[in-house]
């Protein structure tokens, strides 16, 4: 696979597992991977404690689960996040992930905000397979 077949894959909205580091141990959390523009992004309050571990600590990890010929398949990717609160980035990513009004009202709510997963590695791997497959993603 290389990285326009993965990206096929994606729907603008599918589940994830995020990881994060406190300084003493790795967090890992379920999570909505948001891909819209191209890009990787995951709403988050401003306050909540996944913003201030990237704000210390921006290497991250996402697993992805995701669906290739009806069976699932996943990705894993290393990388870096960064944290905005742009306001057109929090509209555009508010305008594809509906979900996101279950927790703030509008795109301009102050305490919404965006981590941005820019990828540093990624490997596939595909269904039924038990070896990830290390994808060239520059």
Not at 43 to 52: C, F, P, Y
Not at 65 to 84: F, T
Request: glycine content about 6%; hydrophobic content about 35%.
């Amino acid at each position: 696979m290389n990285k326009t077949e993965i990206l096929s894959l994606f729907e603008p909205m599918q589940r994830c597992w995020l990881a994060t580091y406190d300084g003493e141990y790795p967090r890992v959390r379920p999570m909505i991977l948001t891909f819209c523009d191209n890009r990787f992004w995951l709403a988050s309050g401003i306050e909540d404690a996944k913003t201030e571990q990237i704000k210390n600590h921006p290497n991250v990890a996402v697993s992805v689960s995701l669906r290739q010929d009806g069976e699932e398949c996943y990705l894993r990717i290393k990388g870096k996040a960064h944290y905005s609160n742009a306001p057109e980035e929090r509209e555009m990513v508010w305008n594809v992930a509906k979900y996101i009004a279950g927790y703030f009202d509008k795109p301009d709510h102050p305490g919404f905000g965006l981590i941005e997963v820019m990828p540093d590695t990624v490997h596939f791997m595909a269904p039924g397979s038990n070896i990830d497959e290390p994808i060239d993603w520059k």
